[in-house]
């Protein structure tokens, strides 16, 4: 069983890691959209393939006032209880198991 709660640990450990990734990309992203930066740049096109499938849902939502959009908010929040959430799971079962 040590075993298998060292695998729920690894896995907690890089979930955590996948959502701070994703944080960083999408405050990159956030301050990338306050210059005029070229869309057709390679790198802010991998950019916006990785981050428009988390925001697109919530851009749906009339959440803009004037400029200022806050579906990344709310794309935050979101993913700050979805981290919580697996992370928290997997490190108390990790816990359980190694004893």
């Known amino acids: 069983m040590y075993i298998l709660g060292q695998l729920l640990a690894s896995l907690a450990y890089l979930f955590n890691m996948i959502f701070n990734i994703i944080y960083f990309l999408l405050v990159v992203r956030i301050i990338l959209s306050w210059f005029g930066v070229n869309p057709y740049n390679e790198i802010v096109q991998i950019l916006f393939r990785i981050t ?20 990344p908010i709310i794309a935050f929040m979101l993913l700050w209880f979805l981290r919580n959430f697996i992370v928290g799971v997997l490190s108390h079962y990790a816990m359980v198991l190694m004893g």
């Open 52 to 71: 428009d499938p988390i925001l697109a849902p919530f851009r749906k939502l009339p959440l803009q006032i004037g400029f200022i959009d806050f579906s």
